[in-house]
């Protein structure tokens, strides 16, 4: 190898990460991000921008990877303790999500199901899972799988992998997946219920408004507020929305 070029293998990324990540170490600061989340997970003290900046440099001159590449790489950081590990795998993933397909989705619930709260979960859900299930949409039948899950996050992840869709969102699945987990009282649940449904807001508010309408015994406050946001503010501002 000579000095010019840069190694590309999976633990050569991985091992530069880990060595710039390192050296950006801040207790004081790691200290109130894990409070932040309830101390759930130990944290290095990077905040996103600094910590975006430095994953572009431990990362830069490496080729395109491979879709086992990203995989081995994923896997590699989320086994590591402090939380900004599980963020440079997901940042990483969604970088390279297009070279991704269905045989990336075990490892994408793999991830969402370890180390889960919603800080991971919902990049996850929305630009890499939902990404590839856009892109194909036999794995549907997956997502069906999912909202019936044991799993709050996985149940959670099929109610928003739709949310970057807008106009190519299928309304018949998201208004079914809502109905499905309307009686649960979790509120991440609840609270992705109404996030789902904003979102889709914003390309059909009519759509919307006539599902929680029809549905109101059904959806709690928490998911009909949720819902009814952007179309609630558009209104009193004397706009029509959707």
Same mark, same amino acid.
């Given at each position: ?21 390192? +050296?950006? $170490? ?12 309830? !101390? ?23 080729? $395109?990877?491979?879709?086992? @590449?990203?995989? !081995? ?6 086994? $590591? ?7 440079? +795998? ?24 370890? *180390? ?5 979960? !919902? ?42 869709? *807008?106009?190519?969102?299928? +309304? ?11 009686? @649960?009282?979790?509120?991440?649940? $609840? ?10 807001? *914003? ?22 507020? @949720? ?16």
């Amino acid at each position: 190898m000579t000095d010019n070029t840069v190694d590309n293998t999976v633990d050569a990324l991985a091992r530069r990460v880990v060595e710039t990540f390192e +050296a950006a $170490r801040d207790p004081v600061a790691a200290a109130g991000m894990s409070r932040y989340l309830r !101390d759930q997970f130990p944290f290095l003290g990077i905040a996103s921008v600094p910590r975006v900046a430095l994953l572009r440099q431990a990362v830069h001159g490496s080729a $395109r990877p491979t879709e086992q @590449e990203v995989r !081995d790489f994923c896997l590699t950081l989320w086994a $590591r303790p402090e939380r900004e590990y599980q963020y440079a +795998a997901q940042w990483y993933a969604r970088r390279h999500v297009r070279v991704l397909g269905p045989g990336f989705l075990p490892t994408a619930r793999e991830l969402l199901v370890t *180390k889960s709260w919603w800080d991971t979960v !919902d990049e996850l859900a929305q630009n890499v899972v939902g990404d590839i299930v856009h892109r194909h949409r036999d794995l549907g039948a997956e997502m069906d799988r999912w909202i019936g899950d044991e799993d709050l996050w996985l149940r959670r992840s099929a109610i928003l992998h739709q949310n970057r869709w *807008k106009a190519d969102t299928d +309304a018949e699945v998201l208004f079914r997946y809502c109905r499905r987990c309307a009686p @649960e009282r979790e509120f991440f649940i $609840r609270k992705a219920i109404g996030w789902a449904l904003r979102e889709y807001s *914003k390309t059909d508010g009519a759509a919307v408004r006539r599902f929680v309408a029809d549905h109101q015994d059904e959806l709690s406050n928490l998911s009909q507020t @949720e819902a009814l946001k952007c179309l609630d503010r558009a209104a009193r501002g004397g706009r029509v929305a959707g």
